[in-house]
């Protein structure tokens, strides 16, 4: 088992450019959020009254759910880019809530958030991703993310 990093490239509230988390560093692994699907998602959660804040936060824990979920068994901690300062324990608690239906005993301490730099890996993938000369293993679908924020805890 090993330590991987997690980045962001375009931000969960940017609606227009698709949004690719990646986690790298002895693992690889990237997906893609297409804009459309931020907006149909934003759009509902708007819709029950959340702020424009909350529901680009709760967002990005749901994107990376979906990107943790199938690699967490992988890694022994994962450190996550700092992308909403001050709001990490609120990320954190929703990420872990998620994690928790697939693995119930998962140990959040595993889970740290720290300034991910450019010189990461998973930074460079996420990039690599954006430019189009890498592809992401999964882009998420606007039906499974409206599945899984239906399901929340």
Same mark, same amino acid.
């Given at each position: 088992?090993?330590?991987?990093?997690?980045?962001?490239?375009? =931000?969960?509230?940017?609606?227009?450019?698709?949004?690719?988390?990646?986690?790298?560093?002895?693992?690889?692994?990237?997906?893609?959020?297409?804009?459309?699907? =931020?907006?149909?998602?934003?759009?509902?959660?708007?819709?029950?009254? =959340?702020?424009?804040?909350?529901?680009?936060?709760?967002?990005?824990?749901?994107? @990376?759910?979906?990107?943790? !979920?199938?690699?967490?068994?992988?890694?022994?901690?994962?450190?996550?880019?700092?992308?909403?300062?001050?709001?990490?324990?609120?990320?954190?608690?929703?990420?872990?809530?998620?994690? !928790?239906?697939?693995?119930?005993?998962?140990?959040?301490?595993?889970?740290?958030?720290?300034?991910?730099? =450019?010189?990461?890996?998973?930074?460079? @993938?996420?990039?690599?991703?954006?430019?189009?000369?890498?592809?992401?293993?999964?882009?998420?679908?606007?039906?499974?993310?409206?599945?899984?924020?239906?399901?929340?805890?």
């Amino acid at each position: 088992m090993t330590n991987a990093e997690v980045d962001q490239s375009i =931000k969960m509230d940017d609606l227009v450019r698709d949004t690719v988390l990646a986690v790298a560093d002895g693992i690889s692994y990237a997906i893609v959020i297409p804009a459309n699907v =931020k907006r149909v998602v934003m759009q509902r959660l708007r819709a029950k009254g =959340k702020s424009h804040t909350a529901v680009a936060i709760y967002t990005f824990a749901i994107g @990376l759910y979906f990107l943790l !979920r199938n690699v967490i068994h992988q890694v022994d901690q994962i450190g996550i880019d700092v992308e909403y300062t001050g709001r990490e324990i609120e990320i954190k608690n929703t990420l872990i809530a998620y994690l !928790r239906r697939d693995a119930p005993h998962f140990d959040p301490t595993r889970i740290l958030f720290r300034h991910v730099g =450019k010189r990461s890996p998973a930074h460079h @993938l996420a990039v690599e991703i954006v430019r189009h000369r890498q592809t992401a293993n999964r882009r998420i679908t606007e039906a499974e993310f409206l599945r899984a924020i239906s399901k929340r805890k």
